[in-house]
């Protein structure tokens, strides 16, 4: 069974920019969540989204923001990129039904890099 | 507000010995899970052992094991017969069980493992 894919792995980008981060969740899995990890500020909840609907979304500006499929693929995307959204952002899917909390999974992350 | 707290930033342990990493966390909800995740150099975030709150046995997975106090909202991971390959960041969390799929992380426990 294929595990979480993210993509890209790497991307540096530039001040003002925007960018697209992409993942597919494991065969079945209809929760995606996404994570920012920084040195300084650890891992951080930024959204989740279950059947295409957010259903939670963490404490970041609106230039962040995601969206999800009907196959449950999920973007998320950055707009305006600034010098602090350096970060490796993490996606997770997990089965997640109504009314219950089921083991999360890892992708491999996507490091990017604002210069 | 769910709070998780990892108040050792790093630990060594000697191959074959055992060492022990703390948690601390808080929550108003009564059904929750806890989580220790491990986060390799490849940054791939790992489930190492995983706790239901109602659930007053505390987890077992091989060498991996916890110690769950859930009236001092404590939940420490003990690793036994210490290996190389546990040598990485080591991740408290904690997720309510109704509702979206958000994970809390602690700081995170650096685990260095001596030959």
């Known amino acids: 069974k294929a595990g979480v894919t993210q993509t890209p792995r790497y991307l540096i980008k530039t001040r003002g920019q925007q960018v697209t981060l992409s993942c597919s969740p494991i065969?079945?899995?209809?929760?995606v969540s996404w994570y920012q990890q920084t040195p300084g500020q650890g891992l951080q909840f930024l959204f989740e989204y279950f059947s295409e609907t957010q259903r939670n979304k963490g404490n970041f500006p609106g230039r962040f923001s995601g969206r999800q499929f009907s196959n449950s693929r999920s973007e998320m995307n950055v707009s305006t990129l600034e010098l602090g959204d350096s970060a490796l952002y993490l996606c997770a899917s997990s089965l997640a039904g109504t009314g219950e909390n089921t083991e999360a999974f890892f992708g491999q992350g996507t490091r990017l890099t604002v210069v | 507000a769910q709070t998780v707290t990892q108040s050792q930033p790093e630990m060594s342990v000697q191959e074959a010995e055992t060492v022990t990493l703390s948690c601390t966390y808080d929550t108003s909800e009564s059904d929750y899970y806890l989580f220790w995740y491990k986060q390799p150099p490849s940054r791939q975030m790992i489930l190492v052992i995983r706790q239901e709150a109602y659930k007053q046995q505390n987890a077992t997975e091989n060498r991996f094991s916890v110690n769950f106090q859930k009236a001092a909202k404590s939940f420490s991971l003990k690793i036994s017969d210490s290996q190389l390959g546990d040598a990485a960041m080591y991740f408290c969390a904690s997720l309510i069980i109704q509702g979206a799929q958000k994970l809390v992380f602690g700081q995170g426990t650096r685990l260095t493992i001596n030959p």
């Open positions: 065969s079945g899995h209809r929760s």
